[in-house]
């Protein structure tokens, strides 16, 4: 029984869906802008510190993606840090939750000026399918300054990146 089906399975194609197609002149274009965006500003590579505030993980997923082979976010002068206190950037996911407030506020304290709150998901926006519970407080607004909003449920990892661009390139313009 278990012998035939993992002898099909060794042999069959995998189930899985093709990598979307990359567009190698307009992903080009897109690392020049960030990269002169971030030295504009910083005058090195933008670091990111993801925060959930009670998510269902969805935005999660599509944060994971941004360091897979295709969209490779450290290609763009991105990346993740393990801790707030290295931080630019803190992207918040999920509703905020009652017990995550505090924690959250903890974050934003340590992370270093200059610093920006982006909010990732319609969770993040204003509570999405969480909203009206008892459990939830809101969107991240409603504790801390939002400086971008990336609305979606789950947004994609383009939309975030053109979302990461977007709050560089108005801060250093």
């Known amino acids: 029984m278990l012998w035939p ?8 194609k995998p189930l899985t869906d093709p990598a979307p197609p990359v567009q190698p002149e307009l992903t080009q274009a897109l690392v020049e802008r960030l990269e002169a965006a971030a030295r504009r500003r910083l005058g090195r590579s933008l670091a990111i510190r993801q925060v959930d505030a009670g998510s269902c993980n ?18 763009f002068g991105l990346r993740f ?3 707030p206190r290295h931080a630019d950037v803190l992207l918040v996911t999920g509703p905020l939750t009652r017990n995550m407030r505090e924690a959250l506020e903890r974050t934003w304290a340590c992370t270093p000026d200059p610093k920006w709150l982006v909010a990732v998901g319609d969770c993040a926006v204003d509570g999405g399918v969480f909203k009206g519970s008892y459990a ?3 969107g991240i607004d409603a504790a801390l300054p939002v400086d971008l909003v990336i609305p979606g449920c789950p947004p994609s990892p383009t939309q975030m990146l053109e979302g990461l661009l ?6 250093a313009g």
């Open 5 to 12: 089906r993992l002898a099909r399975n060794l042999v069959r």
């Open 58 to 75: 969805a935005c999660e997923l599509e944060i994971n993606a941004l360091n897979n082979v295709v969209h490779d976010l450290e290609r």
């Open 81 to 83: 840090v393990a801790s």
């Open 136 to 138: 939830v407080e809101g």
């Open 166 to 171: 977007a709050l560089l390139e108005a801060e």
